[in-house]
């Protein structure tokens, strides 16, 4: 029993993938664990074509506004730009007050989430 309380309290796993391609997906959705029980870290930020295709890719499916007049395609190329501008906010933030703000893809994501 001791021997397990102490595993639990000083064995910690570090998985690293790569988010390229359709295997980390795959692998989350086998083993839901990883996203629930898990610590994400993004070590790097996303490109701007990257955040672009997700935002198309999201307000594709998940918002509920007629494409009549190119509205849904204008929110989706708003959310990159916002998002990368607030990075460089946070930099300057850190350049004048010395305190971080942490910009992550999560982030975005949140900001995706909370717009729909």
């Not at 796993?13 to 996203?35: A, E, K, Y």
């Not at 198309?56 to 506004?65: D, G, P, Y």
């Not at 916002?82 to 992550?104: C, G, M, P």
Request: positive net charge; proline residues 4%; aromatic residues 12%.
């Amino acid at each position: 029993m001791t021997f397990i309380k102490e595993l639990r309290l000083n064995c910690h796993i570090i998985l690293c993938m790569s988010p390229v391609g359709d295997q980390l997906r795959v692998r989350c959705r086998n083993f839901p664990s990883l996203v629930n029980c898990c610590t994400l870290d993004w070590f790097d930020n996303w490109p701007e074509q990257a955040l672009r295709t997700v935002s198309h890719q999201f307000f594709k499916t998940n918002l509920m506004i007629k494409d009549d007049d190119g509205l849904r395609q204008a929110i989706a190329e708003m959310f990159p730009k916002v998002h990368n501008s607030v990075q460089e906010l946070a930099i300057r933030f850190y350049d004048e007050q010395k305190r971080r703000i942490y910009i992550t893809p999560k982030t975005y994501l949140d900001a995706l989430n909370l717009f729909r």
